[in-house]
């Protein structure tokens, strides 16, 4: 029996419909002229590909019912047009609501049905869909059936058509580690972290290194405890121009008994370059408390060796432990601290304080930043630079997708000292910004000025000292964790100062370059 006219639009625009169910594009005019032709009904071709795998029966009727259902959803725009039009016979029910597999798809993963998940996904938009959340969604499902390797190739697919998303190469990292596959996982929870801006880096940490029970056993797979410490290791050497910050000129003004007099600086005052070594050892530990709580505790030691003057050598300690709060955009810590510094093997002084940071992210990638906090500082050389005070800031960021981020802040900070001539106020910006140049390589770059004004004089100098300090930095970091061991990476910095001050002894300048090894564990 032939087809009635009314019919025949529903079954030859059914193609059309199932293409367009991915993309959200409507049928063109073309297809819709095309659909005026007869052709074979669209459900048998669909239904037939569903009986060529080996399902059970009531998989394979439940995913032909549900093809099926797709497909006269997606004639049903252009089967609606044509019955609106101008003396179109009014027939047959009213056009069926279109239904998205995607979201049939998300059901049966949360029902526990992957199968029919792979099975409807598969059938609608074929092994070879290039579209980021359907390829993530059969990647789940292919895991949760056990199909491991194919897993893996849709997560391949997915980071090489997202390359600037944590979330591909964090479940790809996962699901290696998961078959002890602990290099390749390493490869791409280091990737991830990188492409992650820095605001997100101690959550993408926590998440990157979850470590997994064995695969096919859900209970170890929930009693698993994730790894939430990090080690991080450098060594290298260092050459400074000024290891002394020397002056940069050779006399200096003074007022000697009121008089003012011109005063030869020794040799001995003037810069001095030098060659060392640096070592830096770094460690962090993240213990949740809830779901929005927990504590961050960092210690770092540092030490640096200049050959041929042991003067100067110096070393340090810091540590500290913060409480963090996060909600959704909002993160907020609050974190007392404490270093000590040593130079010539001698304790120099020690510092100590608290400081509550807040974030909010807004959109477009935007965030402001709030600190403020409290200082002390004990000089052990000098009781009379012993100094407490307080300090603020706020900030403005950005984050240009996942491989550029851009920032800013307005320092104060305030030191009132046993003497008043070691009292001060500083102020002034800082900029900052960050660049992932490609997957292994890593920009940073920042520029503080600081305008640091004294409260009284120095005996011997004839106005009160007032400094405007420029400090640049520049850090290009090189992973070569894919060649040798995984973690390890080439770090070269750089660091400039300036310093003009109105009292000539203070006036001098500074480069630091550094070049060394750094593993992270």
């Known amino acids: 029996m032939a087809a009635s006219p009314a019919a025949s639009p529903a ?10 169910a991915g993309t959200g594009r409507s049928p063109s005019s073309a297809t819709a002229a095309r659909a005026a032709a007869p052709s074979p009904p669209a459900s048998r071709p669909m239904t037939m590909r569903i009986r060529q795998r080996p399902l059970p029966g009531l998989r394979r009727a439940a995913c032909a019912l549900i093809v099926c259902m797709l497909a006269s959803a997606g004639a049903a725009p ?9 003396g179109a016979p009014q027939s ?16 049966f993963l949360a029902r526990g049905r992957p199968d029919l998940a792979c099975d409807l996904l598969a059938v609608v938009y074929g092994s070879a869909t290039e579209q980021p959340e359907v390829l993530m969604m059969l990647a789940t499902c292919s895991r949760g059936l056990g199909r491991y390797e194919e897993a893996i190739g849709h997560y391949r697919r997915l980071v090489a058509l997202q390359p600037d998303a944590t979330q591909p190469r964090v479940e790809l990292g996962a699901l290696y580690l998961a078959l002890g596959r602990e290099e390749a996982a390493q490869q791409q929870f280091i990737a991830a972290a990188r492409i992650a801006p820095d605001a997100e880096s101690a ?12 695969v096919g056993d859900p209970a170890a797979a929930a009693a698993a405890q994730p790894k939430r410490w990090q080690v991080e290791l450098f060594t290298g050497l260092t050459r400074d121009s000024n290891v002394n910050a020397g002056p940069s000129s050779g006399t ?9 007099v011109t005063l030869t600086l020794s040799d001995e005052s003037r810069p001095r370059k030098a060659w060392g070594s640096v070592n830096n050892a770094g460690i962090r530990y993240l213990h949740p408390l809830s779901e929005r709580f927990a504590l961050l505790a960092q210690g770092s030691l540092a030490k640096t060796y200049y050959f041929g003057e042991p003067a100067f050598d110096n070393d340090s300690a810091a540590g500290g432990v913060a409480l963090l709060y996060r909600d959704g955009g909002f993160t907020a810590s609050l974190q007392p601290n404490i270093r000590w510094q040593r130079q010539d093997n001698n304790l120099d002084e020690v510092a100590y304080g608290s400081t509550l940071r807040l974030t909010q992210n807004l959109d477009d990638g935007l ?27 706020i900030g403005l960021g950005r984050a240009f997708g996942r491989r550029f981020d851009l920032g800013a802040e307005y320092l104060v900070q305030r030191e009132n000292a046993r003497l008043d001539i070691y009292s001060r106020l500083t102020h002034g910006p800082v900029l900052f910004a960050s660049a992932v140049l490609d997957e292994h390589l890593v920009l940073t770059a920042s520029y503080r000025y600081v305008h640091i004004r004294h409260d009284e004089r120095e005996a011997i100098f004839p106005t009160a000292r007032q400094d405007d300090q420029h400090n640049l930095g520049l850090t290009l970091e090189w ?40 593993l992270r564990l």
């Open 11 to 20: 079954h030859s625009t059914a193609p059309t419909g199932r293409r367009s």
């Open 78 to 86: 252009q089967a609606r047009a044509q019955a609106d039009a101008p």
């Open 92 to 107: 047959g029910p009213a056009a069926a609501t279109p239904i998205d597999a995607r979201k049939l798809a998300a059901v």
């Open 203 to 214: 959550l993408v940490m926590a998440l990157l290194a979850q470590e997994l029970g064995p």
């Open 252 to 260: 200096a003004a003074a007022v000697i008994g009121g008089i003012p």
């Open 367 to 393: 965030r402001v930043t709030g600190s403020g906090g409290y200082n002390r500082r004990d000089a052990r050389a000098n009781d009379n630079r012993d100094n407490h005070g307080w300090l603020a800031s």
């Open 479 to 518: 992973d070569v964790g894919r060649w040798t061991t995984p973690g390890l990476g080439l770090r070269s910095q750089y660091y400039y100062t300036r310093n003009v001050s109105t009292v000539d002894v203070y006036d001098y300048d500074r480069h630091i370059g550094t070049f060394g090894v750094v």
